[in-house]
């Protein structure tokens, strides 16, 4: 038993399970945030060096004038890779993420969420010097995109896992956003870095583009050296002094601090309790004990699986993705509008400068009203363009200022994405597994990401495309996908509780006792020190009474435990989790509870000592 090693007691009193925010916490979370560089930049670069000049003749032969910037003895629009090409070498990074990702959990169970990063790092670079030294040679690049893409796969979802559990817990939401703020400056970065060396006539326009990657996993990759492990990863692995030590850290304070010891004491006590609840099986039986449990209960394993998957499937069939992959082509079909790489660089320009008003807005609005009203405001542009599109805004209409109004209805879908489903959605799956099904909740959630990312990057081009066997919708396509949309509100309708305010331990707490449509007025009533104590003294009045049973005493001795607390239990011999051996390890008793702790984020910390 974990707690067993536990050299001190626990909080009952809710506002002392977490210090103060510091400077130090925020500076922590941010740094690991820039593992969102390599997310956006790795998916941003592709796209244009696939239509840069150098990579096409490197990999079919066509000649091309760059004086005049024309290819020669070919018809420009068949100046290209084959599709088959365009689609492996992008979607190949997405099966190397998808498989990452799933791996991750384990390895960061098994040997720590910040090795695992640096692992994570190392094979990204492997990845990215294959693509690097590859000439045209297809298969040694799409086999370093492959290993590139396991490397990411990595680090993205054990970022989202280390930051979730480093984070306070009133400032975890806007923290995790700070990734999502890092995806997008990694598309900006990307964009930008491959219009510098798009024109280029030497290798140098495609290995510039990859080998600045080299940049991102280097910060990050020195940087963890210095971070300390997650403090719950200690715990899950009966690490206490390693885990008090490392909390002590990310919290700012010394590690004798009451903080502190209160709450390790609550980690260790949740972590206990959901051991207790999960069971402990084979290497096989614990993944199935990802998908265990009933649907009905919201607590259950399987329901947490299909918040994550759900959250991430829905969160890349708003078809944000659509947009940024083939805007550019997108916009070019509209007609009238002369620089479609322009307007793509203000929508990844939008996306960037949107999403801190998430930092805000996940912490003092929540996780659901985002969702469910981000999922409303995608509906409306999106339909809106659409309809425009079909009517006003019609290649044959050729009417600019219609044109115009549909690329202003895409920025402000984008808006709403950047600052609702982008960030809530990595949010939300950093908070909802418990400790024993984390690593490997997050993973699986963040494959679903890649996995739905994939199937929009080879299927969109179908959807709009004008050539044979392309469905040809053009602009219909944001019907699909405000269609679309509709389920995502009702999924975060139905299906997403408000974690907002709550540690990692009261959110597990939360969703065994109320539905997601009521949990946004859930309010903490007990901890798990306090929950594990009052278990113990139950047991243990439970044995004093088969005690009583066995040997004919009379029940005067029993009615007096019944009436009595924890402290009466435990001088009568209850199982101590904290080998105190005679009060039961709760600080205050229950008066301790049910104060103003409330769900408001930037609420001053209770400092009531009792
Ligand atoms: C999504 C990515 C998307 C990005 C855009 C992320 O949250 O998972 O697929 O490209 O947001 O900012």
Request: hydrophobic share 45%.
């Amino acid at each position: 038993m974990v707690s067993a090693l536990l050299p001190f007691e626990g909080p009952a009193d809710l506002s002392r399970i977490e210090a103060p925010v510091t400077l130090k916490a925020y500076l922590i979370c941010a740094f690991a945030a820039c593992g969102g560089l390599f997310f956006g930049y790795d998916t941003g670069w592709i796209n244009g060096v696939l239509g840069m000049p150098y990579f096409i003749t490197l990999y079919t032969g066509y000649s091309y004038d760059y004086d005049r910037k024309q290819p020669i003895n070919i018809d420009p629009v068949n100046f290209g890779l084959p599709s088959s090409t365009k689609s492996l070498m992008t979607s190949i990074l997405s099966c190397g993420t998808f498989f990452g990702a799933l791996i991750a959990g384990d390895i960061a169970d098994f040997i720590g969420r910040r090795l695992t990063i640096i692992i994570g790092c190392l094979i990204f670079c492997v990845g990215c010097v294959l693509q690097i030294a590859s000439t045209n040679q297809t298969v040694l690049f799409v086999f370093g995109r492959l290993i590139a893409g396991l490397g990411v796969g990595f680090i993205s979802t054990v970022i989202i896992l280390y930051m979730s559990e480093i984070a306070p817990r009133k400032v975890r939401g806007a923290l995790v956003s700070a990734y999502q703020f890092c995806i997008t400056v990694g598309i900006l970065l990307a964009n930008c870095v491959v219009y510098a060396t798009q024109d280029r006539n030497d290798t140098g326009s495609y290995r510039i583009p990859i080998g600045v990657q080299f940049l991102w996993a280097l910060i990050l990759g020195t940087g963890l050296f210095i971070l300390p492990e997650s403090p719950r990863y200690h715990v899950m692995k009966g690490q206490l002094q390693s885990a008090a030590k490392s909390l002590a850290y990310v919290r700012g304070q010394p590690i004798e601090s009451e903080y502190i010891k209160d709450e390790l004491a609550e980690i260790v006590a949740n972590h206990e309790y959901e051991m207790q609840v999960v069971p402990q099986t084979s290497y096989i039986g614990s993944w199935v004990a990802c998908f265990h449990g009933s649907l009905r209960k919201g607590n259950s394993n399987i329901r947490r699986i299909i918040l994550g998957c759900g959250l991430q499937m829905w969160q890349q069939l708003t078809g944000i993705n659509f947009i940024f992959y083939f805007g550019t082509t997108f916009f070019q079909q509209l007609g009238t509008i002369s620089n479609p790489f322009f307007i793509s660089l203000i929508t990844t320009l939008v996306n960037v400068l949107s999403t801190p008003i998430s930092f805000v807005a996940v912490e003092y609005l929540g996780r659901r009203f985002l969702l469910i009203y981000g999922a409303m405001g995608m509906i409306i542009m999106q339909y809106i363009v659409a309809i425009v599109g079909v009517t006003a805004g019609r290649i044959d209409a050729n009417d600019p200022a219609a044109v115009r109004g549909m690329i202003a209805c895409i920025c402000i879908n984008i808006f709403f994405f950047a600052t609702t489903w982008g960030p809530t959605g990595w949010v939300v799956i950093g908070e909802c597994f418990p400790l024993p099904i984390r690593s490997r909740g997050v993973g699986i959630s963040t494959a679903c990401n890649w996995f739905w990312n994939c199937i929009i990057a080879v299927v969109a081009p179908y959807m709009v495309g004008n050539s044979k066997g392309s469905a040809n919708l053009g602009p219909k396509i944001f019907f699909i996908w405000g269609s679309l949309c509709i389920f995502s509100m009702l999924f975060a309708y139905f299906l997403v509780p408000e974690m907002k305010g709550l540690t990692l331990e009261q959110i597990d707490n939360m969703m065994e006792e109320v539905s997601p449509r009521k949990s946004k007025k859930w309010m903490p009533k007990t901890t798990y020190v306090a929950e594990l104590a009052r278990r113990d003294a139950e047991k243990s009045r439970q044995q004093w009474r088969d005690v009583h049973a066995a040997t004919n005493t009379t029940g005067g001795l029993e009615s007096g435990m019944m009436g009595g607390g924890y402290q009466e239990a435990n001088e009568m011999g209850a199982i101590d989790p904290y080998g105190h051996g005679t009060t039961h390890g709760v600080h205050g008793g229950s008066g301790g509870y049910g104060n103003s702790m409330g769900r408001d984020p930037y609420e001053s910390p209770n400092t009531v000592r009792y």
